[in-house]
């Protein structure tokens, strides 16, 4: 099967450097905040966006885990972090592509009994296609792609690339 790159190495870390901007920007009054990246390609990505932030603000940036099942969401969702590590904090949960929401929307729900002081969500690829009525604030690219067609990021030690197949 074709695949098509649709983002290199080179856009993708100032895609994570636009995006660590915006999150200072968004929570330069906060002293510290938390990413939570979706495993596993959005806590890499989320990885990248806490360096890039901890290069350009004076915060204090913890880096969570989120364990969640994406071909069935409603599934439990686990954290690296105790809930009370969340508690009363600026939140950003973070994966590289959103396709139907359904990942996002069941990661915030995680969040929901949890006192947050803000929350925000942010993806690498967006894809177009929702099913659910959630949104990144964040985003590297808005795709309009066909629901046949698939997004796929690959982070590896020799390059970073997304690719449409």
């Known amino acids: 099967m074709k695949q098509n ?12 450097k636009r995006i660590a901007y915006q999150i200072y920007e ?32 004076d915060l204090k940036v913890t880096l969570g885990r989120m364990e969640i099942n994406k071909q069935n969401p409603i599934e439990e969702i686990r954290s690296d972090l105790k809930k009370s590590d969340y508690e009363n904090k600026a939140i950003i949960l973070v994966d590289d592509v959103m396709n139907s929401g359904a990942t996002l929307i069941y990661g ?21 296609h929702k099913k659910f009525p959630v949104k990144a604030d964040f985003k590297g690219i808005s795709l309009s792609t066909s629901s046949l067609e698939h997004v796929q990021v690959v982070f590896d030690k020799e390059n970073e690339y997304a690719f449409l197949k």
């Open 108 to 128: 915030v729900k995680y969040f929901l009994d949890v006192p947050v002081k803000k929350f925000k969500t942010a993806v690498l690829i967006d894809r177009n």
């Open 26 to 57: 968004t929570f330069i009054d906060e002293e510290e905040i938390v990413i939570a990246g979706i495993a596993n390609s959005g806590f890499i990505f989320a990885q990248k966006i806490k360096a890039e932030v901890e290069k350009i603000a």
């Open 5 to 16: 790159i649709i983002l290199r190495k080179e856009q993708i870390q100032q895609i994570t």
